[in-house]
Structures are given as structure tokens and as C-alpha cells.
């Protein structure tokens, strides 16, 4: 029985959350709704017998797994706020507690005990919700252990179709599992719902994940769990030897597709099972597509729910496997010793012999019976005086192969990750988790860090959004920056778009080194032709084809420039302004001054001012006087209106 009890109810934990009522209760915690005083939210809390504050291995995995937990935030995964020990009620009394979401609602179990076997669509609206905060998980390299429909949460105040499926409990077992209490032999799950390799080998993994998730799957589909019996024992031996039934043989109605599904994922065979949820979740909407089955809304079971399910109990038993057991009924309930490996033989049976001869070959049989059981408690007592533990080796500065040989031959899982490093080489192991020199138990899996080296200026190409620039600097660690003072003119690249960046793609840089995105101001200004002489006409066509917009911007004098051509635009031919814009056109007014030489001065007269000149000088004498002069000369370009002066004769 847990020391665990309601007598904790109004304790106030770390002195911030204040425990309330009591809401479940296991064999090794138990659940109250409570209230974090800081924050004025309500939470569940969940606390664990204060026998595991003293075990080491405990506390450590206790830290480690409610970190990994934190780190999961997912719509459909029961939130971790906190961790903590707590020692108000002394030393003594040091118990180890995780702040979780308190869920309002109840469980899948809840739903299952009052409707029996759901409706497909709603199985299969449920079964994606848990698999989509699976698949996050095991994004995140954390292995549940221990799918069942006690930890599967039906909460309300979710989406207005219906209530929210979320998942709990991430990683608790595997803590309790590391307790000095318990052996390396021991499994903490539910019997109904454990893959044949954490009944025969304990190793747990995504893809254990995703055998408990298939056993879910067929509960929700038939209203019952594929194996029944007496015993645990019984239960988990056909979980090793026997292939789980199609649902189809207990309900006739489903579709084979429904059948294909949950026996890919319950293959004994973890190897042929999808690699993780994220894949189990990916088949599952395939089928759901081709059945033309859309999500349905989830009803919230009527049965108050905690933050967390607690099993029935959670005892061990020393040398033996221990199994959480949620069997149906008629089937155990409660923990249930499973021996793990092969059991000694029987004697085999003597036929009838002299009694001397049966007396000797009793002799042998109890001497090695004898053998066997000192045999066995030299073993118990190596196991249990440290034998399940193993210091992890330092791999750091390894290769992935050295350190993958070296994590194995300590009997440790490898599993690794990269990051990258601004010191150590590209390959290398940077360090381990747990770190070197710790205890761990032989199979745990140890997280390798491999660098990835120094950040490399990714290769962004001309032409590339801003947005999917600061993406992909960002990506590889690197912090991109803008200077508008630094964008070019391109008559390639639109404007508002990526030129290049700088540094190069391709240099190394450190984490956090700044890479300055250089944008595309558009094309560069056009200079403006030179059309400086021409006729007015022929100017605007240029300027026209030129990309800009000609316009009558007056008329000027210039004695070097012919009437109706151009004298000058504004701005100036040469001058780059960007195109489109408008450019002034000025047109020389000069008048060519005839010439009246031989002319009568009457004839220069209204010759000169056909042309807007006056005519000066001689020219009012005689009637018949004839020009022998005039001033300017004949040819040169005057302003309109300028007087020319005639020398007559006689």
C-alpha cells in the first residue's frame, strides 16, 4: 500500500502548489487535483511513494524523464508544468512529485467499459489523435512504455465538434522501472497491451509504441483486447507465440483494410511493424481516405478523470518479470510474476529399478538440482548487488562506429542525434546522455551527440524569398540580418528578392555568426539618351524606347540647334533615373535668317518677317533700292522677332 494517501490534501508542495483532492490511486502514486498558487491554474499532481526520493537511480531517471516529458508540447499530449521533491513533512518524508494539465473528462477506458465497441469512424478519430501525440514523442526520441486506454485522456473544452483526446504519462514508467526496488527484470506495463520484446527482452521502442497501439486500436474495434486468461503469465506468452487475430473474426462488419491495419502493426516481427507512429499515423489516414471514413467528434465519458491514469497496482517481485496487469474480465488483475528466460527442467521420469539404482539416481538428480538453485541465487545475489548496472563509457571524440561498438559492448542501446559544433569535427561524438561515468541499466538507451561541425553558409539561390532565406540561415544555426545599405540594382533578380548573401554560400562560419541577406533593389537606373539635336519627333521615339515617358517641356533659343529640334531634356541625357519616369523635352525656337541679298527692299521686307524677322537699316528708301548687305548673314539662327539690317542701293 502506498504511503501515499488523502492525508496529503491540503499540503502545499514546494511551496507553491497546494494538494486538494484526491483523484486516483496505484501501488506506487497517487493523483490529486490541486492548484498552482502562483499562477492561480488548476493542475494534477501526481506523487510518488516517498520510498523512491531515496534511490538514486530514481531520482536521476525521475529529473531526466520529466525534462523529456516538458519538452512535448502537442494538442494531444497531457502537458508536464514541473517536477520537483518536496520535504515539508521532514526527511523522512521526501517525496518526489510532476505538475501536469489537469484533464476534466474521463478516460478511453471509461468510454470503452460504457459503450463497448466503438462505431469505426470514432475509433479511428480517437486512434489518430493518439497517434499524432505519439508520433511527437517519438520525434522527440521518448518511448512511451505503456499505451492502454487508462492513459488515453477525453477531456472537455476542446474543439467545438467534440472533446480532446490527449495522452499521459510519458516516460513514468521507465523511471520507476530504474528504482532500486525493481530488477533490470522487471517490466512495469499492462500485460494486455505489451509487444512481445518487452515481455521476452524488456527493451522498449517506437515501435513497442506501436504494437500497444495496434492492441488499442482492435480494443476500440471489437470491445475487447485480443488475449484473455487466468494468468498474466498466460496472457503474455500468446503475446510471444501467437499472431493477433484479425478484428474482422469478432466483428464481421469491418472492412479488410481495417484487418490489414492493425496486423501490420502487431506483427511479433518488430522489424515489419511501421517504424514509429508517425508512420503507423500516415497508414492509418491512407485508410481512412480510401474508405472515405471522415473524423467524427469524441464524446467525453461521463466517469470524472485524473491528469493520469494509476494502475491497479505496481508491485515486483524480485527475479521475477512483473506485469501491470488491466486484463478484462475474467482475466488477473493486478501485478502478476512472470518468470523471464528458461525455467529449470523437470526431473525426467525413472522406469521401475533396483532400489540401489533408484537411490543413486536420486542422489545425482538432487545434487544437481542442488546445483542449479546455488547456481541460481550466486546470480540473484551478483544481480541485485549491482550485476543490472553498467557505467556508460566515455565516447566523446569517437567515431559513430567506434562509439556505437563501444555503447554495445557495455550492453547499452545507442541511439543517435547531431547537432552541430563549432570545435569539434564533422562525425565526432560531442557527448552522451547519460553523460560518461553514469549508471545506467544494461539495455538502456544511451543518446549519442554527434557534431555536426561548424555551420556552412547555406546555399540560397538568386530569385529566393527573403522569408525562405532567413529559413534556411536559420536552419543550420547561423542569425541572418538585413542592411538595406548593402542591396544591389538587378536586371535579373525581381525586386524585393534574395541577390545573394554575405558571407558566400558554401563558407563556414560559427553558430550564431550573422549572414547578411543582400535583396534586389530591381533594375538598375537608365541612363537617359542623348537626343541633343534631334527633331523633336524622332527625340521622343528614343526617349520612348528607352523605357521613359517623353513630354513638351518648352521652347528655348540655342544658336548651335535647328528649329524643331531638340536643344536639351531635363533630366539631361546621361543622367540615370530609374525607367518609366518622365524626361522634359525642350525644343530650339531659332529662326534662320534668310537671305535678301538682290532682293528688293520691299521683296527683303516681307521676306524677313515671314520668317518673324523685322528688316532694318536702308531698307525704307526708294521704291526702287535693292539689298546689297545684311546683318546678321544669311544662315545664321537668331531669335524670333531679332531685326536685320538691309544696306540698299541706291
Known amino acids: 500500500m502506498t504511503r501515499t494517501d488523502a492525508s496529503l490534501s491540503g499540503a502545499l508542495l514546494d511551496r507553491r502548489y497546494r494538494v486538494d483532492g484526491l483523484l486516483a490511486r496505484g501501488g506506487m502514486s497517487a493523483v490529486y487535483r490541486g492548484l498552482d498558487t502562483r499562477l492561480d491554474r488548476p493542475v494534477a499532481i501526481k506523487i510518488m511513494d516517498s520510498r523512491f526520493a531515496d534511490d538514486r537511480a530514481f531520482v536521476d531517471r525521475f529529473e531526466r524523464e520529466a525534462r523529456s516529458a516538458a519538452k512535448l508540447h502537442h494538442p494531444h499530449v497531457v502537458a508536464v508544468h514541473d517536477q520537483g521533491f518536496d520535504t515539508s513533512a521532514g526527511p523522512e518524508e521526501r517525496r518526489a512529485f510532476l505538475v501536469m494539465e489537469l484533464v476534466d473528462g474521463g478516460t478511453l477506458r471509461d468510454l470503452l467499459d460504457q459503450r463497448g465497441a466503438l462505431d469505426v469512424p470514432l475509433a479511428l478519430t480517437i486512434a489518430e489523435q493518439v497517434l499524432s501525440a505519439l508520433g511527437a514523442a517519438h520525434s522527440a526520441g521518448l518511448v512511451h512504455r505503456d499505451v492502454k486506454p487508462e492513459n488515453v485522456l477525453i477531456g472537455r473544452g476542446g474543439a467545438s465538434s467534440g472533446g480532446v483526446v490527449k495522452v499521459g504519462d510519458f516516460g513514468l514508467v521507465r523511471a520507476v522501472a530504474s528504482a532500486g526496488t525493481t530488477s533490470n527484470s522487471v517490466i512495469l506495463g499492462t500485460v494486455a497491451y505489451l509487444s512481445p520484446e518487452q515481455v521476452t527482452t524488456g527493451s522498449a521502442s517506437e515501435r513497442g509504441d506501436v504494437y500497444s497501439a495496434g492492441i488499442l486500436l482492435y480494443e476500440m474495434l471489437t470491445g475487447h483486447v485480443p488475449y484473455t486468461a487466468d494468468t498474466a503469465l498466460s496472457v503474455a ?147 541485485f548487488a549491482g550485476g543490472r548496472w553498467v557505467a556508460v563509457p566515455d565516447v566523446a571524440g569517437m567515431d559513430r562506429a567506434r562509439a556505437e561498438q563501444t555503447l554495445r559492448q557495455a550492453e547499452l542501446a545507442p541511439a543517435f542525434t547531431e547537432e552541430r559544433h563549432n570545435t569539434v569535427p564533422s562525425g565526432t561524438v560531442v557527448r552522451s546522455d547519460p553523460e560518461s561515468g553514469s549508471r545506467a541499466l544494461r539495455g538502456d538507451q544511451v543518446t549519442v551527440v554527434l557534431s555536426l561541425g561548424r555551420p556552412v553558409v547555406p546555399d540560397i539561390q538568386p530569385g529566393t524569398s527573403v522569408e525562405q532565406a532567413e529559413r534556411a540561415i536559420r536552419a543550420v544555426q547561423l542569425e541572418p540580418r ?164 538691309l544696306t540698299t542701293l541706291p
Do not use: C
Not at 492493425?262 to 474508405?291: I, K, W
Not at 545599405?485 to 536586371?491: K, L, R, V, Y
Not at 518622365?582 to 516681307?606: D, F, H, I, K, T
Open 482 to 645: 538585413r542592411d538595406p545599405g548593402a542591396d544591389q540594382f538587378s536586371a535579373e533578380v525581381p525586386q524585393g528578392a534574395v541577390v545573394t548573401v554575405s558571407p558566400q554560400p558554401g563558407s563556414q562560419a560559427n553558430i550564431g555568426d550573422a549572414v547578411t541577406i543582400v535583396v534586389s533593389k530591381g533594375p538598375p537606373p537608365t541612363p537617359v539618351p542623348q537626343v541633343q539635336g534631334m527633331p523633336r519627333d524622332q527625340a521622343f521615339q528614343a526617349l520612348r524606347a528607352a523605357g521613359f515617358e517623353p513630354y513638351d517641356a518648352g521652347e528655348e533659343f540655342s544658336a548651335d540647334v535647328a528649329a524643331g529640334h531638340v536643344v536639351r531634356t531635363e533630366p539631361g541625357g546621361g543622367a540615370t533615373i530609374e525607367a518609366g519616369n518622365r524626361v522634359g523635352v525642350y525644343v530650339s525656337n531659332a529662326v534662320e535668317v534668310p537671305s535678301v541679298l538682290g532682293r528688293s527692299a520691299r521683296a527683303a521686307q516681307q521676306i524677313l518677317a515671314e520668317a518673324g524677322l523685322s528688316a532694318g537699316g536702308d531698307s525704307g528708301r526708294g521704291r526702287f533700292s535693292f539689298v546689297v548687305g545684311q546683318d546678321p548673314a544669311p544662315g545664321s539662327r537668331v531669335p524670333r522677332g531679332t531685326t536685320v539690317t
Open 237 to 383: 506468452y500468446r503475446h510471444v507465440n501467437d499472431d493477433v487475430p484479425a478484428p474482422s473474426a469478432t466483428r464481421s462488419d469491418l472492412p479488410a483494410a481495417l484487418d490489414d491495419l492493425v496486423l501490420r502493426a502487431t506483427r511479433r516481427d518488430a522489424e515489419s511493424r511501421p517504424a514509429d507512429a508517425n508512420a503507423f499515423l500516415a497508414e492509418l489516414r491512407q485508410v481512412r481516405s480510401r474508405l472515405g471514413i471522415q473524423p467524427v467528434p469524441v464524446p467525453v465519458p461521463r466517469q470524472p478523470a485524473s491528469g493520469a491514469d494509476i494502475p491497479d497496482a505496481e508491485r515486483t517481485v524480485p527475479a521475477f518479470q512483473a506485469v501491470t496487469v488491466h486484463a478484462p474480465a475474467g482475466g488477473p488483475r493486478g501485478t502478476q510474476a512472470l518468470p523471464r528466460g528458461p525455467q529449470p527442467p523437470e526431473p525426467p521420469a525413472t522406469p521401475p529399478e533396483p532400489a540401489q539404482r533408484r537411490r543413486g539416481l536420486l542422489v545425482t538428480l538432487w545434487v544437481l538440482v542442488g546445483l542449479l538453485v546455488v547456481g541460481g541465487v550466486g546470480a540473484g545475489v551478483w544481480w
